[in-house]
C-alpha cells in the first residue's frame, strides 16, 4: 500500500538483537530510514513489528527498536516503509472486509452438530450467516448417503435468538441419535490476524479500500495530498466492490 516508497531485503551482515546490515541499503544516506517502519514478514521472527532508531550508510545497517529476544537470522525477511506502521495497515484492511461482511460471503461446511434422542433444537454453530442445506450421517460414520441425507428444508427452519437455533419438526423428520448433522452455508470474511492469513474478498477491492481509509486518517485539509489521494483510492474501491457481491442462499441467520 505504499507503493514505490516500500522497501523489502533480506538481513545479512551485522545480525544481532537490535540490528541487521544489508548491503543493498547502503546506496542511501546515514539516517534516512529514521523512524521508518519495518516488519518480519517471514522467518523465525514472522509478524513481529518494529521502528527504525537509526541507520548507518556503510554496510546498510539498521538498527531496531523494540530489541529482539533473539538474534536476527538470514531467515527473516523484511518490509520497512515510511509513513503508515503495520498497525495502521493490518487495521485498514481489517476495516475494508468488515465494509463487505455481507457481500463478499463464503461457503462453510460444519459438522460438530451431534444428533440426541427427543432433543428437536440445536444451536447454530457459530459463524453462520446462512444455512442452506443439512445432511445427517449414514450409519457408517462421517459417510452422508447421496439419497436420503439431505433433510427436506420443509421439515427445519432457523429461530432468531441468542444464539439461534434450528428447530427439526419431529412431525415429519426424527433424528437418529448419535448421528453427525452436516450443514451448509455461508459465512462472513473472517478478519486477519496473521501475514499468512488467507483472504477470499477480491485483492483490488481490499487494496483501494484500505488505502482510502489509511489517507482519510492523515487529511489535514480538504485538497490537500492525502485527500486527493483518499478520493482515488475510494473511487477505485467502488469499482471494485460491484464486482464482489456473493448473493446469499438458504436460511438467514438471525441473532
Known sequence: ???????????????????????????????FFLDWFGRFYSGPHKDTNFVVTDF?????????DPDLSTAVEAQDLFEMYPEF??????????????MVEDEALQDKRDETLVAVATQWEYDVPP?????????EESGTAGRYSPSGALLDVRHWRILPGSPPKIWFDNTYKTLTAG?????????????LTKDDDLCSVPQMYVLYQA???????????SGDDHYKKMV?????????????????????VAF
Open 85 to 98: 506502521s503495520p498497525a495502521e495497515m493490518n487495521d485498514a484492511i481489517n476495516a475494508a472486509i468488515a
Open 211 to 221: 488505502k482510502a481509509h489509511l489517507h482519510l486518517a492523515r487529511v489535514e485539509e
Open 179 to 191: 448421528r453427525k448433522l452436516r450443514l451448509v452455508g455461508q459465512q462472513a470474511p473472517p478478519q
Open 232 to 252: 482515488v483510492a475510494q473511487a477505485r474501491a467502488h469499482e471494485e466492490r460491484k464486482r464482489l457481491l456473493v448473493a446469499s442462499r438458504g436460511s438467514r
Open 1 to 31: 500500500m505504499h507503493g514505490a516508497d516500500a522497501i523489502t531485503g533480506t538481513p545479512a551482515t551485522n545480525l544481532t538483537k537490535g540490528q541487521f546490515g544489508v548491503k543493498a541499503l547502503a546506496v542511501y544516506e546515514d539516517d
Open 56 to 64: 548507518t550508510q556503510t554496510d546498510g545497517v539498521v538498527e531496531l
Open 127 to 135: 459463524d453462520f450467516v446462512t444455512v442452506e442445506q443439512i445432511y
